[in-house]
Structure formats: C-alpha cells, structure tokens
C-alpha cells in the first residue's frame, strides 16, 4: 500500500519549469515562530533538489506535492543542527517504492570533511530499521542509495576559516541536465566551512544564501541572479531580550541585517530578494522595509510553503 496521497500527482509535481518553494523560514534549533525550520526545494521540471533539513522540512515537502522518487539531489549549506536535525527523519520516511521515495543514488552535498561521516552515523544509527525493511518490505538498501558528498574547497580558498573569507570564485560542485549548482564560502562563525549556492537552470537563476553575516562572495555569487532566497537577523530583539552577551555577539558576526541583505542584493543586481531563516520577531513589514532601504528591487518575506517563480515577481503561495 503507498503511504503516499494523490497529491503524488499534482500538476505542480509534473509542470515545466522552474519553481523555488521555501518548504521552512525559520531560523535556529528555537521554537519561536508557529513556522517549520529552515529547508527550501528547487523544483525543475517536476523534478527537485533540496537545500538544508530544518524541522518540520519532512512533512513540508510532503505537503507541497514532493516525493522522494524525485529527489536528484540535496545540498546542505553547513553543519548547524537547525539546518540538518531532520535530515534523518527525511532519509526514512523518502526511501523505497512503498512511500513514494528515492530507490536510486541520491547525492547528498555537505561541507567536508564532516558531512560524510554525520550521514554514516545517522545511517548507523539507524541500522536495524534499515536491515528490516530491506528485507521485510522489499526496499533498496538505503546506505548504497544515499551517496554523501565532502565539498572540497578549492586553491583559491587558501587561507580561509571561520573569521577569515576571502574573496573567491564561485566553483561547481553539481551538473546534470536540468541544472549547475556552485558554490562559495560564506562567513558564519564559528561554523567553517558555510556556504551559500547557486542554481542555474534554462529558466532562470537562484542563489540560497545559507546562513551568513553581510559577506560580499554572497553578492558575488548571486551576480545578476534572478532570485536571491537570503538569511535575515533581527538584532533588536536580541539585544533587548534575555540573552547573554555571547548570544547576541553569535548574532552580531554571524548573521544578515535586513539593510545588510538589501545592500547584498544591490550590488549583485538581483532581481527579487526573498528573505527566509528570519531569526527574531520583527513584523514582516519590518523586515521588508530594512531591505528596501538599501534594495530599489522588489521583496518578500517568505512564509512556509510559499512558491516563487524566478523572474516573475508575483509569487503564490
Ligand atoms: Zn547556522
């Protein structure tokens, strides 16, 4: 029996095109918001590619029509829980033939040397389920079918850490018929590496910012992109709140001002700016307005499950 609904079906699933669908928009392992954490799908063509597993990020996708059987990829931009906690609920409940899921290589893109080993423990961990199901049910053997990928920095990296991000090229990391995926260093202290990527297809063009402070390879990467889909801080709120000093200085060197955003935006030239992976409790009037000081160009704060079309401002949700 499929565990899955007719929604399988959907004409979303099987239209041409280019879609991106913020699945999540919240930001970090705290449950401030009524909104699932951060993950958003790029959907070319009916087919998809995830960026990040934030909480909720399964039955998101689920909802917005997805199905593992087509998953061509997923990329995580670093190893912070809020953006792979799910990740493993995501891997059982998207694998095999009875729920709809992934039954061939899935590639999973991380930063390395660290993204390999965290997919193999969580597979590990979950072994015995695993062991079961393949037998009892018939499913692939999920630990051939998930393919995780160390994301090697390049030459012109050199030098780079936690607080030091020199100014690079974006280098692929991704290509297949529908789409190149490429990357650069982003500036997320203490995490090293981050990074923030870009999808190109035939229909347009979407950089994920993954979560940074104000960093000019952002604006590299997203040069003259169609949708930049960026992180946004609310420091009022953390500097007025209960939170200890550290706290607010992790906020401070680590994450975007909506005027930081916009002045990204701007000097990339993007066409729509996007914010998701809002941390704080700014109306979204507040955290538009702080991008449209710095950014002519047109905005909107994402709500979970929201579809953009890259190019086209209008977006529906
Ligand atoms: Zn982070």
Redesign the pocket.
């Known amino acids: 029996m499929t565990a899955s609904s007719g929604a399988a079906a959907d004409a979303s699933n099987v239209t041409a095109g280019l879609d991106v669908i913020t699945l999540g928009t919240a930001?970090?392992p705290a449950i401030r918001s009524g909104a699932p954490g951060i993950a958003t799908a790029i959907v070319i063509d009916g087919l998809h590619y995830l960026v990040d597993f934030g909480l909720g990020c399964t039955r998101q996708a689920h909802d917005a029509g997805l199905r593992g059987r087509d998953l061509r990829a997923a990329f995580i931009?670093?190893l912070?829980s809020?953006?792979v906690g799910e990740l493993p609920a995501y891997l059982l409940w998207n694998w095999g033939a009875p729920v709809d899921g992934f039954t061939d290589d899935v590639p999973i893109h991380g930063p390395g040397p660290r993204t390999g080993a965290m997919i193999e423990h969580v597979l590990a961990a979950f072994d015995e389920d695993i062991s079961i199901r393949i037998v009892d049910e018939g499913r692939p053997d999920l630990r051939r079918i998930v393919r995780p990928v160390d994301i090697v920095l390049p030459a012109d990296a050199a030098g780079a850490g936690p607080e030091a991000t020199p100014a690079m090229r974006p280098f692929e990391i991704h290509r297949d018929e529908r789409v190149t995926v490429t990357a650069i260093l982003v500036q997320?202290p203490p995490?090293f590496p981050?990074f923030a990527f870009r999808f190109d297809t035939r229909y347009g063009s979407v950089v994920i910012s993954?979560?940074t402070t104000e960093c000019a390879n952002v604006a590299t990467l997203a040069a003259g992109a169609d949708l930049l889909v960026h992180e946004a801080v609310d420091l009022a709120y953390f500097a007025s709140g209960d939170f200890s000093a550290e706290f607010l200085n992790h906020q401070q060197i680590?994450?975007t001002t909506p005027a930081g955003v916009g002045r990204v935006a701007t000097a990339a030239g993007v066409g729509h700016v996007v914010l998701s992976h809002l941390a704080g409790v700014a109306t979204d009037a507040q955290w538009a307005a702080g991008v449209a000081a710095e950014f002519a160009g047109p905005v909107t704060v994402a709500q979970p499950g929201q579809r953009f079309v890259p190019g086209r401002v209008a977006a529906s949700s």
Do not use: K
Request: net charge negative.
């Open positions: 930001a970090g931009t670093h912070h809020d953006h997320h995490v981050s993954g979560d680590s994450h």
